[in-house]
């Protein structure tokens, strides 16, 4: 198990491009809901996600997580990926949360495993850095909805996640502007 600091220790071969792209954005000092990682062919340490859980999300025995995939291939210089594989949002115990983690790494190849505190959002969505269906790099594209009840999230996939979402803003590639609506 790997805790990310932002130190830009991680390896993508070994921790997937979403977990080494979250490591990176902590470095550069972004907000960042605290993160573990079960990196590729590592088995879950149940005594260590625990200790995590406790020291992130209090001393409980159950906690409100996200378990997300960091596939090798998402978030690569070609394509993202987003959507592709299995998230699983809600409220877990250990036994619950090594089943999940079984279950994200049989979603993709070359599956590592994020385990996050699941946030409550009132709104939810995904910035593409090219445009899903064209591929064109000429614009930023964040698709987005009005956030559900998590218990309408308990699984997580391009369908059920994003259906009805709506391409919420366009902004040229380079940058977001200084200040959005």
């Keep these: 198990m790997i805790e990310l600091t932002g130190a830009g220790m991680t390896d993508r071969a070994y921790v997937g491009g979403k977990a080494h792209y979250l490591d990176r954005l902590m470095g550069l000092g972004l907000n960042v809901p605290p993160t573990i990682v079960i990196p590729v062919d590592e088995a879950p340490d149940a005594a260590e996600i625990t ?47 090594e089943q999940a983690i079984e279950q994200v790494r049989e979603s993709g190849p070359r599956m590592a495993v994020i385990i996050q505190p699941l946030l409550d959002a009132s709104y939810a969505g995904v910035l593409f850095s090219c445009d899903p269906l064209s591929y064109s790099k000429d614009e930023l594209t964040i698709v987005g909805r009005k956030a559900l009840p998590i218990s309408s999230y308990r699984v997580m996939t391009p369908v059920s996640g994003f259906a009805s979402a709506k391409v919420v803003r366009f902004w040229p590639a380079g940058g977001l502007p200084a200040k959005t609506q």
């Design 51 to 97: 200790n995590w859980c406790r020291r992130v999300l209090g001393a409980d025995s159950k906690w409100r997580l996200a378990i997300r995939s960091s596939s090798f291939f998402e978030d690569s210089g070609r394509e993202s990926q987003a959507g592709h594989y299995l998230s699983l949002l809600g409220t877990f115990d250990i036994f619950a949360i």
